[in-house]
Nanobody, 115 residues
Framework: QVQLVESGGGLVQAGGSLRLSCVPS????????MGWYRQAPGKQRELVAT???????NYADSVKGRFAISRDNAKNTVTLQMNSLKPEDTAVYYC?????????WGQGTQVTVSS
């Protein structure tokens, strides 16, 4: 089992920045890819960014150039630096960990961007 705890969400004005963190616990040695996903009201959950254990990253087109995902394998944390935030970035952001035993999700953290 892997447990994920997210933090760092909040309310910010358009153009501002937020930094999300995800701390895993449990069978952390089994974690491969980690990522951030988001779900806005009335919409499906979508990929924001992922990072492999060796630092290969992937981003949704909508966040390229504005968001940056990073991973500290020593501290077993993954962060999402979000800059130049837009109202359409408003959503609940979820951390996901992929392991050989399955996928695990955090409880989510709300990000609200006001115009």
């Amino acid at each position: 089992q892997v447990q994920l705890v997210e933090s760092g969400g909040g309310l910010v004005q358009a153009g501002g920045s937020l930094r999300l963190s995800c701390v895993p616990s449990g069978l952390i040695f089994s974690i491969g890819i980690m990522g951030w996903y988001r779900q806005a009201p009335g919409k499906q959950r979508e990929l924001v960014a992922t990072i492999t254990s060796i630092g290969i990253t992937n981003y949704a087109d909508s966040v390229k150039g504005r968001f940056a995902i990073s991973r500290d394998n020593a501290k077993n944390t993954v962060t999402l630096q979000m800059n130049s935030l837009k109202p359409e970035d408003t959503a609940v952001y979820y951390c996901k960990a992929t392991t050989s035993r399955g996928n695990y999700w955090g409880q989510g953290t709300q990000v609200t961007v006001s115009s």
